[in-house]
């Protein structure tokens, strides 16, 4: 057997050249240890508020990880042989053993990839390995997880210690109860562990139960949301209660940045034909571009950070959607336009400094020549960092290279992890930082910042940025 050692290189993401190096070295040991901020992300509020021992390494590190089994799938291997739930009831690999060791099987699969960064320093540095993963060490890695997972210290509440997590946030839909985030009230991690207000559920009219969706918020608000004005009342209402369980932020999934600006008149006729089940394709496009300037109104109101995060083409497998529901990896990055789409909404609210919007993208190519330019001018608007299919160290780099020059540091917001993997967010905090530095180091060496200034803009984009982003204490 010959299985390779598990090392994590203390130079790694630094650059080659040692001059560079040296200087990324110096940033990065000024900011390596400070507290983790994840303002943006999809962990499960239970694990927290139940504070149980997870059982189990497959269900843990494996099933709700999209970048996971969407490489193995593309590699032949069927979600069903990975236990990934059917929505038909068909029976599905329930061997969680087994699962682990046809991961393992292929784990040289990503290589080169950022999950590899991020799952390599879960298995070093949370579960102390020292050999590679790989099929001769599957069932050594599968059982001293299992066996590490039930100790006291492996409880989340414990591990948010650990990581030096000084807050997350959460994501839910607008019907949600919040039990798990009240159930945290009095426990001292209600500070730590908040809520974010992401309402597609109730503003996307192309999902199929966006009807019942209307209905069940006039049960939660008791507003009348048959008619315009008590549908705003009624978001305005779960808005106040995500506020009062911790929000900072509110999240908006839609598939284009599309805005719009309508009468009051107009947007109420809209509403019903929306609500009647009668509204065409555009439409319905219409009207979620209406709801991003509502959403943004209300933001100036309460005071909530918006996040935009558009341009994923959602569910492009209907095979897969079909037989496995949302969120099963075939999402895929599309074009998406922001100066026109935009417009409606930056003209009524773009020039309000006290208005925090931060856009997101997957779609590169706007990022000098669209993003940059207009946070670079709008007070309301601040730049997300890079998201999802570039979260990695390349995507990094890339908009680092691209959004500086127009748009500074300022009009950025630091990092957020956006996952479901809890056991990642130090990983991918460090990937983000050792990159920062990176692109610092660089500018020092090429005598186009000192290196104090470097040190503060290091500081800034760990900690400083995105606590003043998401308005958080």
Not at 62 to 86: K, N
Not at 110 to 132: A, E, N, Y
Not at 437 to 463: I, K, P, Q, W
């Amino acid at each position: 057997m010959n299985v390779q050692r598990l090392t994590l290189h203390p130079d790694r993401l630094f650059p080659s050249d040692p001059v560079v190096r040296d200087i990324a070295r110096r940033l990065y040991q000024q900011i390596k240890d400070l507290p983790i901020v994840s303002p943006h992300g999809h962990t499960d509020p239970s694990w927290f508020a139940d504070n149980a021992n997870w059982d189990n390494a497959t269900s843990l590190l494996l099933l709700p990880d999209h970048y996971v089994f969407r490489m193995l799938y593309s590699q032949g291997i069927t979600l069903e042989e990975l236990g990934i739930h059917r929505e038909d009831g068909v029976a599905v690999e329930s061997d969680y053993r087994k699962i682990f060791q046809i991961f393992a099987k292929h784990y040289h699969l990503f290589r080169g990839t950022p999950s590899r960064l991020w799952l390599d320093s879960v298995f070093h540095d949370v579960f102390g390995f020292t050999k590679m993963l790989c099929e001769d060490t599957a069932n050594h890695y599968y059982d001293s997880i299992n066996a590490q997972l039930a100790k006291p210290e492996f409880k989340p509440r414990a591990l948010l210690e650990r990581f030096n997590i000084e807050l997350i946030a959460t994501t839910e839909g607008a019907l949600n109860d919040l039990k798990h985030h009240a159930a945290l009230k009095g426990s001292g991690f209600e500070t730590r562990v908040i809520t974010t207000f992401r309402p597609d559920d109730v503003i996307d009219a192309d999902r199929e139960d966006f009807v019942r969706n209307i209905a069940k918020l006039a049960e939660l608000t008791g507003e009348d949301t048959q008619n315009w004005q008590g549908y705003l009342a009624a978001l305005r209402k779960r808005r106040a209660v995500f506020r009062e369980h911790g929000a900072t932020a509110t999240d908006h999934g839609h598939p284009t940045a599309f805005t719009a600006d309508l009468t009051m008149n107009d947007a109420a006729a809209l509403y019903q034909r929306c609500i009647s089940g009668k509204a065409s394709a555009t439409e319905k496009e219409l009207f979620r571009g209406q709801m991003l300037t509502e959403m943004a109104g209300m933001s100036l109101e309460d005071g909530m950070t918006m996040q935009i995060h558009p341009g994923a083409h959602r569910n492009h497998n209907k095979v897969i959607f079909d037989r496995f529901g949302p969120d099963k990896g075939a999402d895929i990055p599309s074009a998406t336009e922001y100066v026109q789409a935009l417009k409606p909404l930056l003209h009524k609210y773009g020039n309000e400094a006290k208005l925090n919007i931060i856009l997101f993208t997957l779609d590169e190519t706007t990022y000098a020549r669209e993003l940059a330019p207009l946070a670079g001018h709008y007070p309301a608007l601040k730049l997300g960092p890079a998201w999802w299919f570039h979260d990695s160290p390349e995507g990094m780099l890339r908009f680092r290279h691209q959004v500086t020059e127009t748009a500074g540091f300022y009009n950025t917001v630091g990092f957020n992890d956006d996952t479901r993997a809890f056991l990642s967010i130090p990983a991918r905090h460090d990937v983000a930082r050792r990159i920062d530095c990176r692109f610092l180091a660089g500018l020092v060496a090429e005598h186009r910042l000192t290196e104090e200034e470097a040190g503060e803009l290091a500081y800034e984009l760990t900690s400083g940025l995105v606590k003043k982003a998401y308005q958080l204490k």
